[in-house]
């Protein structure tokens, strides 16, 4: 690696917490990254000295803003997202997240959230060798974190009834549907 290895780190901070904010927004419109902004630009705050969040504030286009509305209000109750805008943010956030959980865990926009997570993924670090093992090692550390906040435990067993199901046309995007295919993982 060439050059300063601080300033190699600083920039890929910074590319990952632009990409986290880009990536938050698509999934979860009512995002706007805006408090990231602030943190930023708080005088003093580690943010303003060591990440760029600054610079030009990212805003969700007025369109999907009044879908938005538009949906809050009732008027339309179809999904803001198509299957192929979820697909594409959901891999760029799985990949990202996948090979830099560390990182998560200390540049995630609630400070006593991932600072709580760090501890978390110290006690339970990632050994998984299948998407089910994953899918479980998720739905654990999902349910330290339920635990500490005195929510309900989700039963494991019951992860792909949840997050198994996507709103498509007769179902058929639905893992369940799809059960016969066995996928070498
Ligand atoms: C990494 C991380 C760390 C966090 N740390 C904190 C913290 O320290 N303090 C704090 O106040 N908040 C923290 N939060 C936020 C908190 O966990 C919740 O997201 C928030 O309180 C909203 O909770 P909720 O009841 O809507 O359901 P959420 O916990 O957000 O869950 C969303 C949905 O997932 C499903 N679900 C619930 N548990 C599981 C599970 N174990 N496996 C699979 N599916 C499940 C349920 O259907 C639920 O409705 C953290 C969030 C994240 C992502």
Known sequence: MSGNP??????????????LQTNFSRIFPAYRGDHLDELSSAPGSPASSSFSFTGK??????????????LL????????????ELGRSTWTLLHTVAAQMAILS?????KECADHFK?????????????????QW???????VNRSLGKRIFPCQ????????????DHSCDLQANSNLNYPF
């Open 6 to 19: 601080v300033e190699a780190i600083r920039k890929a901070c910074d590319s990952f917490g632009h990409c």
């Open 119 to 135: 501890d978390v993924l110290k006690a339970n670090p990632v050994q998984v060798g299948s998407q089910a093992e994953l899918s």
């Open 138 to 144: 998720l739905c654990h550390v999902h349910n330290v």
């Open 106 to 110: 200390r540049l995630y926009p609630c």
């Open 73 to 84: 209000s009732g008027k339309i109750s179809t999904p803001l997202l198509t299957k192929e």
């Open 57 to 70: 504030r990212r805003t969700v286009p007025e369109d999907a803003l009044l879908q938005q509305d538009e």
């Open 158 to 169: 019951r992860v792909n009834a949840r997050w198994g199901k996507l709103d498509c046309a």
